[in-house]
């Protein structure tokens, strides 16, 4: 799986251990050896509900947790778009020479 995914292998460990060993996951014969049951069958919004970090994604729908990131998202613009615009009254207010060196 290291190689297929940008993860490292301490994370799947860690994932296949915390979320998914005995659930879906399975030794086969040895620690090192796995066989997998039953995840080909869930959803793609069950599977990262499994797979998330965070306990209020699991209780989220899909659309939900798009939704609140897109908000987020639209609010750390809004605050760069509004201290750009601060910026430029304030070079207006002082002179652009006194800031010259600064950008």
């Known amino acids: ?3 297929q995914t940008i993860y490292s292998k301490n994370s799947i460990n860690k994932c296949i ?3 998914l ?3 879906y ?3 086969a014969g040895s620690r090192t050896k796995y066989r997998c049951e ?3 069958v869930l959803s793609n919004e069950a599977f990262l509900a499994i797979m998330s970090q965070s306990s ?3 209780k989220m729908p899909l659309e939900e947790q798009f939704y609140e990131k897109l908000v987020g998202r639209s609010l750390d613009a809004f605050t760069l778009a509004s201290e750009f615009i601060l910026k430029v009254k304030v070079l207006k207010v002082q002179g652009y020479e ?3 060196g600064s950008f």
């Open 21 to 23: 060993l005995d659930k």
């Open 17 to 19: 251990n915390e979320k």
């Open 38 to 40: 039953g995840v080909s």
């Open 25 to 27: 996951v399975f030794h």
């Open 56 to 58: 209020k994604a699991e």
């Open 98 to 100: 006194s800031y010259a």
């Open 1 to 3: 799986m290291v190689g």
